[in-house]
């Protein structure tokens, strides 16, 4: 007896004998998920689908279950004591099941597992969403990215029909570049290239991760892009200069989280600024030398004052100092300290200076808006190496599309 039979029987059995397996709606288990309730999603996606499992008697919405829970075991969302090989092929059972069931939804979402098809629906993803449609961009399609394929075709009025063939999704993919290009067109927004550069923080714990950067670089951006990962705006704090970013698409091993000091810096310690200024040219990281300078600006707070020769995109880039600890992210270089002077009256003066929003006013931010961040009471001094090779891991390179 294979594996998936072996799965299915087990499943079958819990069904049958334990009563306080309750079936549960769709709606209900979608809003655990929504909440990031990951546990009980996954488990109340079970419930749903067992009227349909012990009696063989399947509607839409046990379907709809089903496409969810093989959806959760390939994001890594349930199942984690299972490695990534095994639970691919668990949802690979149940997309089978429903579309042996006679589901057109989970025959094409195992169309989307072919390798010929998967870059393609990625791309696919991309443009839906940027042609406004109201879907994930997490690279494993499901309900609503179907969905939003058969308003594409009705908008368009072409013929609405899934795609199951790499030629099919391929053919899809063309037809929504060319509809994209048009509104692009339309709007004076220049394809091809970003409008704006940065540097942004992972932040947070687990699963629920997010990007911090500037505010004045995410406010407009109609994209934001980090490598391949999409990311939208979470929060904006215009005053201080802040913002939050996140994607469906956030729950990987790669991505690590900062870790956030108890206090702020002292002034005169040497820093390290690290970012991503000059990503078009170089390729690659940069780390600037200098020192804290000022823990205030007039008596305020928010932001502090460093030295440093920093380049133009330097927005968003982690103040480090030689503890590895984060004093402050980067808000202003030299050049552009005059108009800012002239606007905030920070009273920053001399060229090399720089300002940076204070630990102090990013953590009030966080704070604010309810992220649980990592945090460090104490720490000894690093050596430079040390310091880069842990930056290098909380921090990516943004670029802003289409900004207003």
Known sequence: MNSFLKFLCLLLITLC???????????TAKQNLDNKEYSDAYDNFNKCTSDCLETGDCSQEHFLCMLEIGRMLEQ?????NLNKEQRLSKAKFWYKYCSDKGSEICAQKISTLKPKTQFIVKNIQEKLFDLGYPIKRDDIPGIETFAAIKQFQEKESLPVELPTEPEEWLK??????????????????KIGKPSDYATGIWVGRNNNLYVLTAGHFASGCAKIRSNKLSLRIYKIDDYNDLALLESDNAINNNYIPAKLPSKAGVENEK????GYPRQTILGKSETSE????????KGDRSKIVISGDLHVHSSGSPVINEKGLIVGSVHAKASLLKRVKEILNFGVTSEGQNLAISIYTIKSFLDENNINYLTIDKSEKKDREKIISEAKKYTVPLECWGKN
Not at 173 to 183: E, F, H, Q, S, V
């Open 172 to 189: 899809l993919n063309d037809m929504l570049t060319n509809a994209l290009a048009n509104k692009n067109n339309n709007q004076n927004i």
């Open 271 to 274: 820093i390290y600024v690290y």
């Open 76 to 80: 890594g969302l349930a199942e984690k």
């Open 290 to 297: 200098g020192e804290i300078l000022s823990l205030t600006t």
């Open 17 to 27: 004998f334990n009563k306080n397996l309750l079936s549960v709606d769709f709606e």
